[in-house]
T-cell receptor, first 113, second 112 residues
């Protein structure tokens, strides 16, 4: 079956612009996670959804970052007023529930110029 | 706060060698541990998942072990091949319904 998909695969934006990153989880997976991978920091957790609610948002680095999930499926991560330090690969993962194995998408590479 | 360490950061071995990749974590109260593979410019591929109650898991030439009390896991790769060249990441989950905390990975190069 289809895996986790993310779009766009690459995004180049100017500093100060807003961006939206999309994640389509595996069908039937109730849990969805966003992570960020940057050269110096490794893989960092951003936010976790169970259904449409986000019980753990502790990894969002600032109030410029927000995410939502609708219909228990697609999720969108929005970064407002992008900064150069936001440049990273943003990875989405989903799992059957909050205890199961996580499956990752291919990521969105964000470059802020 | 959970911290996951993978040392060394890079490893180069000749083809055919059996090798062990190490992972250590500071908080032994984990729910499960997952090993991933990442190829350059790609996402993560899950290799093995070990529940906290398990000691090891096997898949093909891969075997992962878990010693929760000492905060360690190892990934054993038998008869390494050039196609095994990738970055291997270890990640622990602190509880049900919680995030994964990742190590920084070990970049493996298998020389033909």
């Amino acid at each position: 079956g289809a895996g986790v998909s993310q779009s766009p695969s690459n995004k180049v934006t100017e500093k100060g612009k807003d961006v939206e990153l999309r994640c389509d989880p595996i069908s039937g997976h109730t849990a969805l996670y966003w992570y960020r991978q940057s050269l110096g920091q490794g893989l960092e957790f951003l936010i976790y959804f169970q259904g449409n609610s986000a019980p753990d948002k502790s990894g969002l680095p600032s109030d410029r970052f927000s995410a939502e999930r609708t219909g228990g499926s697609v999720s969108t991560l929005t970064i407002q007023r992008t900064q150069q330090e936001d440049s990273a690969v943003y990875l989405c993962a989903s799992s059957l529930d909050g205890r199961a194995e996580q499956y990752f998408g291919p990521g969105t590479r964000l470059t802020v110029t | 706060k959970q911290e996951v360490t993978q040392i060394p950061a890079a490893l180069s071995v000749p083809e055919g060698e059996n090798l062990v990749l190490n992972c250590s974590f500071t908080d032994s109260a984990i729910y499960n541990l997952q090993w991933f593979r990442q190829d350059p410019g790609k996402g993560l591929t899950s290799l093995l998942l070990i529940q906290s109650s398990q000691r090891e898991q096997t898949s093909g030439r891969l075997n992962a072990s878990l010693d929760k009390s000492s905060g360690r896991s190892t990934l054993y790769i038998a008869a390494s091949q050039p196609g095994d060249s990738a970055t291997y990441l270890c990640a622990v989950r602190g509880g049900a319904n919680s995030k994964l905390t990742f190590g920084k990975g070990i970049t493996l190069s298998v020389r033909p």
